[in-house]
């Protein structure tokens, strides 16, 4: 899973090294095997190639995996340095001197001058006093209290080298100028930050982006909230809509203008003006953008566009039912009408299915109760008409108009059985151009099967 949080993270990156003529590096941190499989790197490079960053941009993919011989040479050497020293304790031990579940490391191994040995771990020596000031882009100086943070891990007791400072030797050896990621990395920039100093190393330029945040202001959580990228490329977002909407996720550019091509988003995009907010990822807005770059897509592009959605798995009806020519007299109707490109069965199906695929609360509306008379009526009415008249939009519009007139209603109450009878829906395309494309002969069986049913 990619998740969409991480999606906005590239893109920042990704404009940010192509505005300054940089590189972006790929690299998959795959040192905790429990947390890593191949699919899921496969995951990551295929939702970041639909979104625009393919291999052709980028250095990597790098597996942190193949560096790990630098990342204990870096830990041997903080220990020869004096920054890190061996610790034997338990959680438990520590929990038993302390008397507090909850607190952390109490530095007990600190001055014991222990080596390596079995359950010994390699804890990095903190300041006791004084505080680390991070420098953010984004945040400005953001300061911490150094005797608030723990003497931590970077080794563990088997010789395997934690994250943290896996992290930072890749950096280094990398040379990676800028680190741009979540507000959720912040708290260990100060400890990252004193081992690229242990090490005789400048510190990178730090960048913390801001969450993301439900409607609830709830940070995104994969439990609860749809995060997925794939979820949405599934759904049928458009990359480039999704790619303009998670650009504007904590940062706008100039003017009132929001829906901008890419060369132009990464042209204004300035770090140091990203909002310190959390940023709402507000579905509502991202399906709105969705819908206006369907609507400006050339109509040959946005039919092309639409095939994976007209096939098996997703059509609902057989692949020997498609009629392309069909489709496509009706396509310039269904680019205006859909905000996702998986609503466009819905909006065809009639067209290819044997029999409508009934709405029930539509069919119990428009075609029961004190309604199941004028519906019959109109029916019939229309039916008697639509058996001769000319097979274009506007001569049956004209029939329905007039069915509708012996009942005195006018055309909109007067069709409403007529697209539920043919359809199966009470909403969807302009009714009299889908019962064009549709034909005569379909159109009359499925009002005489419906006027049966009633």
Excluded at 433 to 448: K, P, Y
Aim: proline residues 6%.
């Amino acid at each position: 899973m990619f998740h969409v949080g991480s999606a906005r993270s590239s893109l920042f990156n990704w404009a940010f090294a192509k505005q300054r003529g940089g590189a972006f590096v790929l690299r998959i941190e795959d040192t905790d095997a429990s947390r890593n499989r191949p699919e899921w790197t496969d995951g990551i490079i295929s939702a970041m190639a639909w979104l625009g960053m393919d291999a052709s941009g980028y250095e990597g993919p790098l597996l942190q995996s193949a560096n790990t011989d630098k990342h204990t040479a870096a830990a041997q050497q903080l220990l020869a340095k004096g920054h890190a020293y061996y610790c034997s304790c338990t959680r438990e031990e520590i929990v038993a001197r302390t008397g507090d579940p909850h607190r952390g490391y109490d530095g007990h191994c600190r001055d014991l001058g222990l080596g390596p040995g079995p359950g010994r771990a390699l804890r990095f020596r903190t300041p006791d006093e004084g505080t680390t000031v991070v420098r953010d882009l984004i945040r400005g100086d953001v300061r911490f209290d150094n005797a608030a943070i723990d003497d931590f891990p970077v080794m563990r007791a088997d010789g395997s080298v934690l994250f943290l400072l896996a992290n930072v030797v890749d950096d280094m050896d990398m040379r990676i100028s800028h680190v741009i990621r979540g507000e959720e990395h912040l708290p260990n920039t100060p400890k990252q930050q004193m081992m690229w100093q242990a090490l005789d190393h400048e510190p990178p330029v730090w960048a913390h982006l801001p969450l993301l945040v439900n409607e609830k202001r709830q940070k995104l959580s994969k439990r609860r909230d749809k995060v997925a990228l794939e979820d949405y490329r599934a759904e049928g977002y458009l990359a480039e809509a999704m790619r303009n909407y998670l650009m504007l996720l904590g940062w706008a550019p100039s003017g009132d203008r929001e829906i901008l091509p890419w060369p132009t988003l990464v042209e204004e995009f300035r770090l140091d003006e990203v909002n310190l907010s959390p940023a709402f990822f507000d579905i509502k807005k991202l399906r709105a953008i969705n819908g206006t770059y369907i609507r400006e897509l050339a109509v040959e592009e946005f039919i092309s566009r639409s095939e994976p959605w007209l096939t098996a798995p997703v059509a609902p009806w057989a692949a020997e039912a498609f009629d392309a020519q069909a489709y496509a007299q009706l396509a310039p109707l269904v680019q205006t009408r859909v905000a996702v490109m998986s609503e466009i069965p819905a909006n065809v199906d009639f067209l290819f299915l044997d029999e409508p695929d009934f709405d029930e609360p539509s069919w119990t509306k428009t075609m029961t109760g004190d309604a199941a008379a004028t519906a019959a009526g109109i029916i019939d009415a229309a039916v008697d008409s639509l058996r001769t008249v000319a097979w274009d939009a506007e001569s049956i519009r004209a029939c329905v108009e007039q069915a509708g007139a012996e009942f005195d209603l006018k055309l909109g109450k007067a069709q409403a059985p007529i697209r539920v009878a043919v359809t199966g829906r009470s909403t969807g395309l302009p009714l009299f151009e889908s019962l064009q494309v549709l034909g005569r002969d379909r159109t009359v069986d499925r009002l005489l099967a419906a006027r049966g049913r009633i």
